[in-house]
T-cell receptor, first 116, second 113 residues
Framework: GAGVSQTPSNKVTEKGKYVELRCDPISGHTALYWYRQSLGQGPEFLIYFQGTGAADDSGLPNDRFFAVRPEGSVSTLKIQRTERGDSAVYLC????WGGGAYNEQFFGPGTRLTVL | AQSVTQLGSHVSVSEGALVLLRCNYSSSVPPYLFWYVQYPNQGLQLLLKYTSAATLVKGINGFEAEFKKSETSFHLTKPSAHMSDAAEYFCAVGGQGAQKLVFGQGTRLTINP
């Protein structure tokens, strides 16, 4: 009974580098969400997938951030030209159906990204 | 637009005492409301949710919350704190048809022996 998994658990990179963060949702969950949690803050929504398509990407802060979910399962969050302000914990969640907010989102443990 | 305000970034109570964590929300549509708990180095875990059924919602680990529309509040309570309740608690709001959750800034709960 695997939950949502995220890899790596920790990522340290240098300013200007490219990083990829991976999320494996719960098997069968069609909806997948990415959130970003900065130190001392609550999670902030980044993007939501229903199947393979991004249904809402209004939370992506700028065009350096991009996410894909090519087969409707695993998702990758990609950050180009990283900046120190990108340092945060990136959370992934999945839910059984994306039709309403009452469908529980199950969260992974997060990837802690540190940009030096 | 939706928003959440959690009053008190840090709450400290004695073991066995009442726990009260405050959450006020703003929503232009009927809200769905959630409380999540986050233990150190772990993911968020759902404690309870309000989805327009009963206004008093019971969750896991003895927690409950009451939806008060007139006060736009969804405060979390537990009658008797246990040491294992020490964690970060987040209130969140979502709307029907909206997939994203909007979280408050969190309240760190400390339990004193």
């Amino acid at each position: 009974g695997a939950g949502v998994s995220q890899t790596p658990s920790n990522k340290v990179t240098e300013k200007g580098k490219y990083v990829e963060l991976r999320c494996d949702p719960i098997s069968g969950h069609t909806a997948l969400y990415w959130y970003r949690q900065s130190l001392g803050q609550g999670p902030e929504f980044l993007i939501y997938f229903q199947g393979t398509g991004a249904a809402d990407d209004s939370g992506l802060p700028n065009d350096r951030f991009f996410a894909v979910r090519p087969e409707g399962s695993v998702s990758t969050l990609k950050i180009q030209r990283t900046e120190r302000g990108d340092s945060a914990v990136y959370l992934c969640a999945s839910s059984a159906w994306g039709g309403g907010a009452y469908n529980e989102q199950f969260f992974g443990p997060g990837t802690r990204l540190t940009v030096l | 637009a939706q928003s959440v305000t959690q009053l008190g970034s840090h709450v400290s109570v004695s073991e066995g005492a009442l726990v009260l964590l405050r959450c006020n929300y703003s929503s232009s549509v009927p809200p769905y409301l959630f409380w999540y708990v986050q233990y150190p180095n772990q993911g968020l875990q759902l404690l309870l949710k309000y989805t327009s059924a009963a206004t008093l919602v019971k969750g896991i680990n003895g927690f409950e919350a009451e939806f008060k529309k007139s006060e736009t509040s969804f405060h979390l309570t537990k009658p008797s704190a246990h040491m294992s309740d020490a964690a970060e608690y987040f209130c969140a709001v979502g709307g029907q048809g909206a997939q994203k959750l909007v979280f408050g800034q969190g309240t760190r709960l400390t339990i004193n022996p």
